[in-house]
């Protein structure tokens, strides 16, 4: 039982490219989730998924899209990649089963946009 | 909006001192509460949560009382130990929240030293 997956765990781009990063779970969870974490500024919502087929904005949507592939699946797509966006990305699911839900977070992936 | 506050770190303490990270929040309705720790290099894991006021949330030593009156969930431990080392975010999910999105605040680094 591996959790939450992610892959890669770094990542360098220049600006302007286009990434995927990829997140899988073996929980059986509905809900998935991706985070930013920047420092002095905690963890911040990209995008997150409450059930497989939905997707929904977070706090910090723009420049980001995202796939719930299945439901083990949720990729987070950078078109072009900015500066602005080298970040920490956390992936996480949880049950699904409402607002006192358990978080279960990926190991994240670094990316430095140069 | 929702919104969590908790004090700035680092916080450095001496091994077996008394630990205290405040935390309050600000919310409409009554949302669930949690305290989230990241220790080097992982992603974050849940310690303790609280889901009504007046509960107490305890794992590992820790201990965080949801008090409605002053929006407060302050973390505490007796006795720290340098595996205490960690990052620890306060967290809070609206009761009603579809999908279970999470609000975290800024983060408290401790650093115990032997």
């Known amino acids: 039982n591996a959790g939450v997956t992610q892959t890669p765990k770094f990542q360098v781009l220049k600006t302007g490219q286009s990434m995927t990063l990829q997140c899988a779970q073996d929980?059986?969870?509905?809900?998935m989730y991706w985070y930013r974490q920047d420092p002095g500024m905690g963890l911040r919502l990209i995008y997150y998924s409450a059930s497989e087929g939905t997707t929904d904005k977070g706090e910090v949507p723009n420049g980001y899209n995202v796939s719930r592939l299945n439901k083990r699946e949720f990729s987070l797509r950078l078109e072009s990649a900015a500066p602005s966006q080298t970040s920490v990305y956390f992936c996480?699911?949880?049950?699904?089963?409402?607002?006192?839900?358990?978080?279960?977070f990926g190991p994240g992936t670094r990316l430095t946009v140069l | 909006g929702n919104s969590v506050t908790q004090m700035e770190g680092p916080v450095t303490l001496s091994e077996e001192a008394f630990l205290t990270i405040n935390c309050t929040y600000t919310a409409t309705g009554y949302p669930s509460l949690f305290w989230y720790v990241q220790y080097p290099g992982e992603g974050l894991q849940l310690l303790l949560k609280a889901t009504k006021a007046d509960d107490k949330g305890s794992n590992k030593g820790f201990e965080a009382t949801y008090r409605k009156e002053t929006t407060s969930f302050h973390l505490e431990k007796g006795s720290v130990q340098v595996s205490d080392s960690a990052v620890y975010f306060c967290a809070l999910s609206d009761r009603g929240n579809q999908g279970g999105k999470l609000i975290f605040g800024q983060g408290t680094e401790l650093s115990v030293k032997p």
């Open positions: 929980m059986n969870h509905n809900s």
């Open positions: 996480a699911s949880s049950p699904g089963q409402g607002g006192a839900d358990t978080q279960y």
